[in-house]
């Protein structure tokens, strides 16, 4: 299958390109470049065994993704172009209303102008809010805290809309939880540009003596050590449950589920750092500072439904995680740039 990979050049992009082009696909990958790099889509066909072509076009400009949709003639489109940073989204949600849900308004756009009926989009477990339980399931009521949960769950409501709107659109919404690690060769991870506003990048980068230490934002939450738990899932296994979505598509339009990725299993602030250390074989300083905005104690996933509708499981652990995200983060102690 043809797909257009929005959003290809980044963390999550460059991996699913990767996991398709191993699995028979012909990826295309279209980027602004403002948070990503062309290295990685360089690398990511290396890795794939197959030249991947670059379109470097903002995700709002519907006619140049519907120039690319026809150019390359995709059959499917993954949507994981947006800002993504909580913190950031509560400082400016004018930002993050624009370029999440004006980008997608016009990928849904470009996709019915060009005759492209199938979507997977990269969806939060942000739209949850404060869960009543855990782990949560897709049932659970979506009430997000923070303005980037807000326009993931815009977004979803859009497509949802879109697809019941008569055509033959057909989506999958994947919530994701916390995507971490890398590609085990080394040659893709995750490269924040400035400071990083995610744990793993983070720890990463105080592990390589970028940074001095790691902020801890809270100590007191209502977890076993005070810290906030998350569940944290190999960003290979994501791109994997990617090209599964795909598969899972070919049913017809109407519908757009959705499906939490993740392990089922949550570990805390404290346990990543531990971990990492292992991994790394040196420690991790860290500093206790105040909650963060937005935030919430406890977030893991049932992936039960994934399992059924995708035959997909995560398969690594936190240990694998920690151990590629350090494999990428030492051979390149300054992210792409260094070339």
């Known amino acids: 299958m043809r797909v257009l990979v929005l959003g290809g050049a980044g963390f999550l992009g460059s991996h699913t390109l990767v996991a398709l082009a ?20 360089e690398r990511a066909a290396g890795l794939g065994g197959r030249a991947i072509p670059l379109v470097v076009a903002d995700v709002r400009d519907a006619a140049a993704l519907e120039r690319a949709l026809r150019e390359h003639r995709a059959e499917a489109v993954i949507h994981f172009a947006a800002l993504k940073a909580v913190a950031r989204s509560v400082r400016e949600p004018l930002e993050y209303f624009d370029n999440n849900v004006g980008g997608t308004v016009a990928v849904l ?10 979507l997977v989009f990269s969806s939060s477990a942000t739209v949850y809010g404060v869960p009543a339980r855990v782990p949560i399931a897709e049932d659970a009521p979506r009430g997000a805290v923070n303005p980037y949960g807000h326009t993931k769950h815009a977004c979803e409501l859009l497509i949802e809309d879109a697809c019941a709107a008569g055509g ?21 991870g995750e490269d924040p540009r400035g400071t990083p506003d995610n744990l793993m990048p983070f720890v990463s980068q105080v592990a390589v003596g970028r940074r001095p230490w790691l902020p801890v934002f809270g100590a007191d939450w209502p ?6 738990v998350r569940d944290y899932l190999h960003v290979m296994d994501l791109a994997e449950a990617h090209v599964a979505a795909l598969g899972a598509l070919e049913g017809g339009g109407g519908r757009a589920p959705a499906l939490n990725l993740g392990t089922g299993r949550g570990h805390s602030v404290r346990e990543v750092v531990a971990e990492f250390e292992r991994a790394a074989g040196r420690p991790i300083p860290t500093r206790v500072e105040g909650r963060r905005a937005g935030d919430v104690a406890v977030l ?40």
Do not use: I, K
């Open 168 to 188: 033959r659109l057909a989506a999958l919404l994947l919530r994701y939880f916390n995507p971490v690690g890398a590609h085990p060769s080394g040659r893709l």
């Open 300 to 339: 893991y996933a049932d992936c039960g439904r994934a399992a059924q509708v995708l035959g997909w499981r995560a398969r690594r652990d936190l240990r694998a995680m920690c151990a590629d995200a350090w494999r990428f983060q030492r051979e390149n102690p300054s992210g792409y740039a260094a070339g």
């Open 223 to 228: 977890t076993p050590d005070g810290t906030c």
């Open 22 to 41: 191993e699995a028979g696909h012909a990826p295309v990958a279209l980027d602004n470049l403002v948070n990503a790099s062309a290295r990685a889509v």
């Open 109 to 118: 756009r470009a996709m019915q102008q060009a005759g492209v009926e199938r």
